[in-house]
């Protein structure tokens, strides 16, 4: 089992729509969790973190953690064409360590 | 988020030869890392580079292949040696923040090409 899975892509939402990206993690002690966005030929920019179960909100971004279930996830409300990119979810107890990514495309 | 930079930020190699990454991040890292991002792959990390120490590498990479130096807080280097073209990838430097958040913010990366 990998450390951190994400939900196979690509993903292709409608401008306007809410996109939903999902992520998993096999250690159960981890204590971070965090949405990175990574433009194609650009490095990855964290654009959520979060740390107790719950729900966190900012602006369009809504990230959700149920630490039971070993899940995270984040909404993407009013989804732009800016907001294509791949969508990197990563975990940390000590160390970080990434899933292979989700690409979304928000179509005009 | 913290200032990290990164030089050179693209480079064509020839095989066999080694190439020295720097990374100057600012004053509110504390620890840093060394990742790969091979193209269409997520990130991988190398190792973490311990001031003043040998950095902790990854199972799968070892110092003589990819040395790492920190001398300072803010400084490091990444050496890749006797470069194969399966060397080519995307390297990133990253900073954990002082924060205690165990936010990192990532370098804008150097692009190797190995031929």
């Known amino acids: 089992q990998k450390e951190v899975e994400q939900n196979s892509g690509p993903l292709s939402v409608p401008e306007g729509a809410i996109a939903s990206l999902n992520c998993t993690y096999s250690d159960r002690v981890s204590q971070s969790f965090f949405w990175y966005r990574q433009y194609s030929g650009k490095s990855p920019e964290l654009i959520m973190s979060?740390?107790?179960?719950g729900d966190k909100e900012d602006g369009r971004f809504t990230a959700q953690l149920n630490k039971a279930s070993q899940y995270v996830s984040l909404l993407i409300r009013d989804s732009q064409p800016s907001d294509s990119a791949t969508y990197l979810c990563?975990?940390?107890?000590?160390?970080?360590?990434f899933g292979a990514g989700t690409r979304l495309t928000v179509k005009p | 988020s913290a200032v990290i930079s990164q030089k050179p930020s693209r480079d064509i190699c020839q095989r066999g030869t080694s190439l020295t990454i720097q990374c100057q991040v600012d004053s509110q890292v504390t620890m840093m890392f060394w990742y790969r991002q091979q193209p269409g792959q997520s990130l991988t990390l190398i190792a973490t580079?311990?001031?003043?120490?040998?950095?902790?590498?990854e199972s799968g990479f070892v110092i003589d292949k990819f040395p790492i130096s920190r001398p300072n807080l803010t400084f490091s280097t990444l050496t890749v040696s006797n470069m194969s073209p399966e060397d080519s990838s995307i390297y990133l430097c990253?900073?954990?923040?002082?924060?205690?958040?165990?936010?990192?913010?990532f370098g804008p990366g150097t692009r190797l090409t190995v031929l």
């Open positions: 580079a311990n001031q003043g120490s040998e950095a902790t590498y």
């Open positions: 990253s900073g954990l923040m002082r924060t205690g958040y165990n936010e990192q913010f």
């Open positions: 979060i740390y107790s179960n």
């Open positions: 990563a975990v940390a107890k000590i160390d970080m360590r």
